[in-house]
């Protein structure tokens, strides 16, 4: 696309918006130090943020008591699942340093291309079910997303009770059949039977989030394994003071029968951005082998000579209907929608 003029109104909207956004950031800075040099505040502790919200985030102590916390002046934007060392106070506490993330769920923004999340999550739980009918593109794409973030994905068919058709049966067998092929690791529950033994299994001592296509029964999952309690708070904390409803983050819940769930409307959508081509033929584990060995070094991997990874698709080292959802998402990274 060319150079496009803004034009004044255009223009002015941006300035204005930045100056919004830095007087936020003054004012966020300067309650934080505040905070810091009154000396009302306790000593340095080992925190874990469970939620946040604009210039705040709320923070877990290793006592398990929650506060709401300001974020010192140099550190980057906190997000859900970050582990931070903070000290509490009064009313309100201050994160003072962030720890490392091992991982990082990004999403695309507006402004700043794209938004950390989420971060330190273990593993990505896609959720399928008989209904509605599972696609393997629509799974790649939450598998792709998930290996190119350096976090584990799994697959969970849900509503097994289901699985007693024998069309529905028939065909989640075809659909699973290449992902337990190449390794990865199949889970089985029904939400309607409250059969959850192997999920509670998985989640046991990691930090996990859900994804997966509407109605595979996400929603009945989180319902069943955590407390109402839990999800009460979860509805709460979704208002600020002054009872408005603010922007849904995501949240951080530890389950009962062990482990950390991280769930979000905008989390459950995780993998539906642009990546580069690169990025999505790495995303396919079972291409490795065969990337950056095709005759020509920018192989399209449509009908070119020597091309490595057609000619394992011949041989069914990778298998056909992988390859076609490969071909699906780069048409959809080629017409500039969103993969
Ligand atoms: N038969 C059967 N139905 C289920 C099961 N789990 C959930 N459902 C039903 O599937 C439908 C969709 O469930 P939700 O939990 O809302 O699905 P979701 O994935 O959260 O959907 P979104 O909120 O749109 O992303 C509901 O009518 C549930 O009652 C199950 O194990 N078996
Ligand atoms: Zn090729």
Redesign the pocket.
């Given at each position: 696309m060319g150079k496009r003029k803004l034009t004044k109104q255009q223009a002015w909207r941006i300035q204005k918006i930045q100056d919004e956004r830095s007087k936020r950031s003054q004012k966020r800075d300067s309650k934080a130090d505040e905070l810091l040099v009154g000396g009302e505040l306790g000593d340095e502790q080992e925190g874990l943020i469970i939620s946040h919200f604009g210039t705040q985030v709320e923070v877990e102590g290793t006592n398990a008591e929650r506060q709401r916390c300001f974020i010192r002046a140099n550190l980057p934007a906190l997000v859900t699942g970050d582990r931070v060392v903070f000290c509490a106070g009064e009313y309100a506490g201050v994160v003072v340093a962030l720890h490392e993330r091992h991982t990082i769920l990004k999403r695309p923004d507006p402004y700043t291309g794209l938004k950390p999340v989420a971060a330190n999550i273990d593993q990505v739980v896609v959720?399928i079910?008989p209904q509605p009918t599972p696609y393997a593109d629509l799974i790649d794409r939450y598998l792709v997303a998930a290996e190119t973030a350096g976090i584990e994905p799994l697959l969970l068919l849900?509503?097994?009770?289901?699985l007693d058709q024998p069309e529905l049966k028939d065909t989640v067998d075809e659909v699973l059949e290449p992902y337990k092929a190449l390794g990865y690791r199949v889970v089985q529950?029904?939400?309607?039977?409250a059969d959850l033994s192997a999920l509670v299994h998985v989640l046991q001592d990691r930090v996990s989030v859900f994804v997966?296509q509407?109605?595979?029964?996400?929603?009945?999952?989180v319902n069943s394994l955590l407390p109402a309690a839990a999800l009460r708070t979860s509805e709460l904390s979704q208002y600020n003071q002054k009872g408005q409803h603010t922007t849904t983050t995501a949240r951080l819940f530890h389950l009962p029968t062990g482990g950390v769930l991280i769930d979000s409307p905008g989390i459950?959508e995780f993998g539906l951005w642009h990546m580069s081509r690169a990025e999505l033929e790495q995303g396919f584990r079972e291409f490795a082998p065969f990337l950056g060995v095709c005759r020509f070094r920018d192989c399209k991997h449509e009908a070119e000579p020597d091309c490595a990874l057609l000619a394992a698709v011949d041989e069914g080292r990778i298998s056909e209907a992988r390859f076609r959802s490969y071909q699906i998402l780069v048409d959809a990274l080629d017409a500039d929608r969103p993969v």
């Open positions: 959720v079910a849900n509503k097994t009770d289901l529950t029904s939400a309607n039977r997966g509407s109605g595979v029964g996400k929603s009945s999952l459950r």
